[in-house]
């Protein structure tokens, strides 16, 4: 057994993968494998992958039908033997050190649950953007219900980062009773907040340790704005939370404020998206009538 498996979804990122693989096979920290998980492409990112595992051995290919990056995600998961698993988009990069210093915070802090923070590569602008530096290190220790509560803070970043299924190390056994909802967007909307509440202890690392990509194929860049901001997962969250006697009072505002923007959104729409615009109707009835 490796420390860590880092899953690579990959679909049509030939300009990208070799750079994101290579950025994984330089960490100081070494004991690791790597699984890219071919999702179909159609561009040459397959060839790319069967060089990249010809060339280094820690590197583990995977050739599946097109499912979407849950389905991806899934795969890499069931095939994974590491103790930890980490998350990382084909088409971004971390940098050497991003490894060594989670599983430092890991060892130091006796957490469950490490994560950093992250910077943003804007390609079609070529610039970086940065939303911590060197002089704002910190790190912060948390428990479920005190994660839960800073969720929708955005310090240094912190909500993104909350959400995001990249960027952290979970132990793989959390995985046992959990995939990535395959079909829906953002996946990790559903998912990231259920793997929080098996922990005891989260830690909070405000140092970049993942680059992000945003390029024209982003999901925040294709996807409806709509989809973006769904009202089932919040619906989740709020049932789980409250039969566990946490605090839903964020949850009830993101809600109502998600509401609001899928009013609009939901109505442009026209018909394709009646129903949806319905529902939205009533819980908006429901929430006035009630006081919520």
Not at 14 to 22: D, I, P, T
Request: proline share 4%.
């Amino acid at each position: 057994m490796v420390e860590t498996s880092v899953i690579i979804p990959a679909y049509n990122v030939s300009a990208y993968l070799e750079k994101c693989v290579s950025s994984v096979l330089e960490q100081t920290r070494g004991d690791f494998e790597v699984i890219v998980v071919n999702d179909g492409s159609t561009d040459s990112t397959p060839k790319i992958c069967e060089q990249l595992r010809e060339k280094d051995k820690r590197v583990r290919v995977i050739h599946k039908s097109n499912g979407g990056v849950s389905s991806a995600r899934n795969i890499g998961i069931q095939a994974a033997t590491g103790e930890y698993v980490f998350f990382l988009d084909g088409d971004d990069w971390i940098p050497e050190y991003c490894l060594s210093d989670l599983h430092g915070v890991r060892e130091r802090t006796h957490a469950d649950i490490v994560m950093g923070n992250y910077c943003r590569f804007d390609e079609p602008k070529s610039t970086f953007i940065f939303f911590t530096s060197d002089e704002d290190y910190s790190e912060k220790i948390f428990t479920p219900q005190e994660i839960f509560a800073e969720s929708y803070s955005m310090f240094a970043n912190f909500r993104n980062c909350f959400i995001n299924p990249t960027g952290k190390i979970y132990p793989r056994k959390y995985f046992s009773h959990i995939l990535y909802p395959e079909g829906v967007t953002p996946e990790d909307d559903y998912t990231t907040w259920k793997l929080y509440l098996l922990a005891d202890k989260i830690a909070f690392m405000n140092k970049w340790i993942y680059v992000y990509r945003l390029n024209n194929e982003s999901i925040v860049q294709t996807a409806r704005p709509s989809d973006l901001l769904p009202l089932k997962s919040i619906e989740q969250r709020i049932a789980v939370l409250s039969m566990i006697g946490m605090d839903i009072t964020q949850e009830i505002d993101a809600y109502r404020k998600r509401m609001a923007f899928r009013d609009g959104t939901l109505l442009k729409a026209g018909t394709k998206k009646l129903e949806a615009y319905r529902e939205v109707q009533w819980m908006k009835q429901i929430f006035e009538k009630y006081d919520v």
